[in-house]
Structures are given as structure tokens and as C-alpha cells.
């Protein structure tokens, strides 16, 4: 499995825009970039997944490098209730997701 | 919207028994994926299933055997529990067809809760 690494942790302001960024060096051409995220005690959710162009969804929206060699999930107007381990998992194909470590993003108000 | 559901939420054992988990999907899902997840760790792939049949299988213990019936539902059996099996199991769905495709979004339940004491 292609791996990606992310930062640790990462914090915001309540309403302000987070760039949450992920590298993936080692990706190949049939690789989608997914992005989950877990909230306390809560099962994984999707929340958006792109393979060359940037995508926009209600949620969030994905930036993808020209190389696709990194990716930036972009959350416009952070709020309590985006605190949440982020994950970033590259698919190719029909595979499982396999879960690296994600972001722990701690949102103040 | 109906969602994955997963049966029971909470669920206390001691060593060397056996537990059961159940799992439900999104009506017209037929791919079933189990995950475990450890306090404070990322959730591990254990097993998954397509159309009745194990599609993958990842870490999953030899005291582990899963399936999945013909209503798409799936089962964890767990035999001779150790503590170490303490943790949250996750299943999730997606679907129709194998994996919901090449970008098909898992829809996770709100997992399982085991304790071995």
C-alpha cells in the first residue's frame, strides 16, 4: 500500500479556514486520494476524494498537487464540531482503505 | 437515511470466551469491511466480504472468522477472547458492486465497544 504521511496535530480558530496538508510521494497513476475523518467516539466518515483536479464538496474541498505527489484538504470555516482525526488514504482500485496515522485537528473557539 | 448498523454497541467478555458481533449495511451494499481499532490507535483492516464471499483479509487473528449471509449482513466471531481483543470493532459498507467501485465511499457504522476482563 502507498503510504502517506501527515503532520501530528494541527490547530485553529473557530471560523477560520484550515489547510490540512498530506504528502504521498510514492503514489501511482491509478491512486485515488481519500479523505476520512473520525470524531470522538464515532465510526470514520468520508469526506471527499479526488484523483488529478481539485475537487469541491459541501464539506471540504481537495487540492490536489500538480505532481500528485501531495494534497491539501481545505476546510473553509472550521467550527467545534470539525475537531476530528483526519485521515488521508490513497485507493487504487477495488482495495480496503488501509488507515495510516492522521491529523488530530483541536479546534478553539 | 439508513445507516450501517452494528449489534451489540457495548459488549464485556472474559478471557477464553467467545463473542459475536453483527453487522447491517446500507441496503444494496454488498461489499462488508471489519475494522479493529485499539485505544488511541488508528483502525487496522481485519476482514471484508462481496457477495457472500471473503473479498480481502488483513491482520485478523486466527481465533477470528467472519462471513457474510445471503441478506448482505455479516457476522465477527470471536473465540478464546484476550485481553489484547479489548477494543472498538468498526464495520462498514459500501456498494453495489464489488467495493462501490474504484471511488466508492465506505459508510461506517458506529462500531462495537469489546471489553475482556
Known amino acids: 500500500d502507498a503510504k502517506t504521511t501527515q503532520p501530528n496535530s494541527m490547530e485553529s480558530n473557530e471560523e477560520e479556514p484550515v489547510h490540512l496538508p498530506c504528502n504521498h510521494s510514492?503514489?501511482?497513476?491509478?491512486?485515488?486520494i481519500h479523505w476520512y475523518r473520525q470524531l470522538p467516539s464515532q465510526g470514520p466518515e468520508y469526506v471527499i476524494h479526488?484523483?488529478?483536479s481539485n475537487v469541491n464538496n459541501r464539506m471540504a474541498s481537495l487540492a490536489i498537487a500538480e505532481d500528485r505527489k501531495s494534497s491539501t484538504l481545505i476546510l473553509h470555516r472550521a467550527t467545534l464540531r470539525d475537531a476530528a482525526v483526519y485521515y488521508c488514504?490513497?485507493?487504487?482500485?477495488?482495495?480496503?482503505?488501509?488507515f495510516g496515522t492522521g491529523t488530530r485537528l483541536l479546534v478553539s473557539p | 437515511a439508513a445507516g450501517v448498523i452494528q449489534s451489540p454497541r457495548h459488549l464485556i467478555k472474559e478471557k477464553r470466551e467467545t463473542a459475536t458481533l453483527k453487522c447491517y449495511p446500507i441496503?444494496?451494499?454488498?461489499?462488508v469491511y471489519w475494522y479493529q481499532q485499539g485505544p488511541g490507535q488508528d483502525p487496522q483492516f481485519l476482514i471484508s466480504?462481496?457477495?457472500?464471499?471473503?473479498?480481502d483479509k488483513g491482520s485478523i487473528p486466527d481465533r477470528f472468522s467472519a462471513q457474510q449471509f445471503s441478506d448482505y449482513h455479516s457476522e465477527l466471531n470471536m473465540s478464546s477472547l484476550e485481553l489484547g481483543d479489548s477494543a472498538l470493532y468498526f464495520c462498514?459498507?459500501?456498494?453495489?458492486?464489488?467495493?462501490?467501485?474504484?471511488?466508492?465511499?465506505?459508510?461506517f457504522g458506529e462500531g462495537s465497544r469489546l471489553t475482556v476482563l
Open positions: 479526488g484523483l488529478t
Open positions: 466480504f462481496y457477495e457472500k464471499m471473503q473479498s
Open positions: 462498514a459498507s459500501t456498494g453495489p458492486g464489488l467495493a462501490g467501485g474504484p471511488t466508492g465511499e465506505l459508510f
Open positions: 441496503p444494496r451494499h454488498d461489499t
Open positions: 510514492t503514489i501511482s497513476g491509478t491512486d485515488y
Open positions: 488514504i490513497l485507493r487504487a482500485g477495488f482495495q480496503k482503505l488501509v
